[in-house]
């Protein structure tokens, strides 16, 4: 069975609403432990709309799975990750303007800078795993830039209404993963997966981990609002 690492950014975009301190991420990662997932992942935007630096150091200290720090490439990012020492980096790009990461990174147009970027990391005893779209190219691009894994961008495939559409995208993250592990790296898969979208992306043969955040703090606020009514009804009661 492919591993689950619980994206956990949404727990604290519901935090920033308000500005206060809960709930907490660091509290949701200790749940999503217990509850089976085998990591945390976590993407500390430049712009810190949902977690924040605090965030990452004290998840740091208290994950007993895996941590997964996503972050863009630029120097801000690189030395946090060397300083925290997550388990892992996913390198993703990142746009000021966009609701959610967009695209996977363009690995050829950045080789050179991100060579560097994921050596110095890897040097740290940190994995390296470069978030890409279901291209040749660019899982090609990833190995020679030392990537130890690659996280492809199942966006697109979620995205597709129609039935033979979203077969061909499937067909590309199949062929894009079983190549990447035909050279070397290991592979995971995420972005836009869901409860009725994910069996068949879960199926598919080499994918060891899968990235799921917002769908999963979306069913929680659903699933446990039943409970949270009837705990403020009892202490009105009282
Ligand atoms: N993988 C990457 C690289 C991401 O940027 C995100 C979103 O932060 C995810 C996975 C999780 O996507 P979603 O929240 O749609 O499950």
Do not use: W
């Not at 519901?14 to 660091?26: F, K, L, N, S, W």
């Not at 801000?76 to 997550?86: D, F, G, H, S, V």
Request: net charge neutral.
């Amino acid at each position: 069975m492919p591993k689950l690492s619980v994206n956990i950014d949404h727990i604290a975009t519901i935090r920033q609403a308000r500005g206060i301190d809960e709930p907490d991420p660091v509290a949701a990662a200790v749940l999503v432990e217990l509850a089976g997932a085998h990591g945390i992942t976590v993407h500390l935007r430049e712009d810190r709309r949902h977690i924040q630096d605090r965030d990452v150091e004290i998840l740091r200290k208290t994950v007993k799975t895996r941590l997964n720090l996503e972050m863009a490439a630029t120097e801000e990012m690189i030395a946090i990750a060397l300083k925290t020492q997550p388990d892992m980096v996913t390198l993703v790009p990142e746009g000021r303007h966009e609701l959610t990461t967009e695209g996977g990174l363009d690995v050829n147009l950045l080789k050179t800078g991100l060579k560097q970027k994921v050596s110095l990391l890897q040097q740290a005893g940190i994995s390296v795993s470069l978030f890409i779209e279901p291209d040749l190219e660019q899982v090609k691009a990833s190995h020679r830039v030392g990537a130890d894994m690659v996280e492809i961008h199942t966006g697109t495939y979620c995205e597709m209404r129609v039935n033979r559409e979203r077969q061909e995208q499937l067909s590309r993250i199949e062929i894009a993963g079983s190549a990447a592990r035909k050279l070397g790296m290991r592979v995971s898969a995420g972005h836009g997966l869901n409860y009725r979208n994910v069996s068949a992306v879960a199926a598919l043969s080499g994918f060891e981990e899968f990235n799921i955040g917002h769908s999963i703090v979306a069913r929680a606020a659903l699933v446990g609002m039943d409970r949270a009514v009837r705990e403020m009804l009892e202490l009105m009661k009282g």
